[in-house]
């Protein structure tokens, strides 16, 4: 009798874990090799333990206050300005596109990607640097975005992505030990650039010829093809290195568009004057919320920590809108606005 294929086929974590093993690059983080979570947990009988971390990141409340934090500009009229979360995904796909054309661990690279700004505070950076000077051992929100998956809410991920999370930050080393981790500094850096240069475009802060010309000539306009144009000069260079990297010549030019940006978009003046009130508002809560323990709520209070922590990690953890309005309820009737 003719044998016919049937319309489904069932892909368990085991098919998944093999096709790994035979389709990914030497360097590759494979699932089946995933170092052991904190807590022991049965295995999913279809998603592999890099997916379920992906899986976990997108469900978490603190993935879904992003929609309502700064990426760079502050509360701002239109709709289509970038938003936190819409870099994030902006970040995953960028990141999901260089690990398909490395033949990475696409899942690993997408849950360290969604989740890699996990612990950012309100009104973006400057949130840093509010909270930064509070606390002895200083704040960074790479740093914060582990205590949250680790301590303030409990997603028990691998090694593996908490790694990715802690490191993402250029200024930390060592490097992610993984180069699925390495994908994500480069998504980061790459979407970043692309999609601020064109909101500065569409907040009438930048002209399109204000850039760079020999930056232009060599990644494009901003956009597309400046994505386009930096994951394959990555690509590239990495699979003639062997390791995730871009050649030095790219990356130095990757660095001067990112220090031209700061110059002229981040730290313009009126954003430094935006960010000179996100910090008072931010340290004006987190003082009142450390002389107010009880209206920390219960999720904040971790065992151990001083009231000081508790207000931190609470006020880091709201939107934009929300410290706004916390701020205003108890500090606008003495006249600061």
Not at 191 to 207: C, E, I, K, P, T
């Amino acid at each position: 009798m003719p044998t016919t294929t049937p319309p489904l086929r069932r892909r368990t974590r085991g098919v998944r874990e093999q096709e790994e093993a035979e389709r990914l690059s030497p360097i590759a983080a494979r699932s089946a090799q995933a170092r052991p979570r904190e807590v022991t947990e049965p295995e999913d009988p279809y998603r592999t333990a890099f997916e379920r971390d992906r899986d976990r990141v997108l469900h978490a409340k603190a993935f879904r206050r992003l929609k309502h934090k700064t990426q760079v500009f502050l509360n701002p009229d239109g709709d289509h300005f970038v938003t936190r979360l819409s870099h994030t995904l902006q970040v995953a796909q960028v990141g999901r596109a260089i690990a398909n054309a490395l033949a990475l661990n696409e899942a690993l690279t997408e849950a360290i990607c969604l989740a890699h700004d996990i612990g950012h505070a309100p009104f973006g950076h400057t949130g840093e640097d509010a909270l930064s000077p509070l606390l002895e051992e200083g704040w960074q929100h790479a740093i914060h975005g582990v205590r949250i998956v680790e301590v303030l809410e409990p997603l028990n991920l691998t090694p593996e992505v908490r790694d990715g999370i802690s490191q993402s930050s250029w200024r930390n080393d060592p490097p992610p030990f993984t180069a699925e981790g390495m994908v994500c500094r480069f998504a980061d850096r790459i979407a970043y650039l692309a999609h601020d240069a064109q909101d500065a475009q569409r907040a009438g802060v930048l002209d399109p010829t204000d850039l760079p010309d020999h930056l232009v000539a060599r990644f494009g306009p901003p956009g597309r093809r400046w994505i386009e144009s930096m994951i394959t000069l990555l690509v590239d260079a990495s699979v003639e290195t062997g390791e995730v990297a871009m050649r030095e010549d790219d990356l130095a030019a990757m660095h001067e568009l990112r220090t031209w940006m700061f110059e002229n978009v981040y730290l313009r003046p009126a954003a430094r004057a935006q960010g000179a009130r996100g910090v008072k508002v931010i340290q004006d809560l987190v003082t009142w919320y450390e002389a107010h323990p009880d209206e920390v709520p219960d999720t904040y209070r971790v065992a151990g920590a001083s009231d000081l922590r508790a207000a931190v990690d609470y006020v880091a953890g709201m939107t934009d809108r929300y410290a706004i309005r916390a701020h205003d309820e108890r500090f606008r009737p003495a006249g600061l606005y």
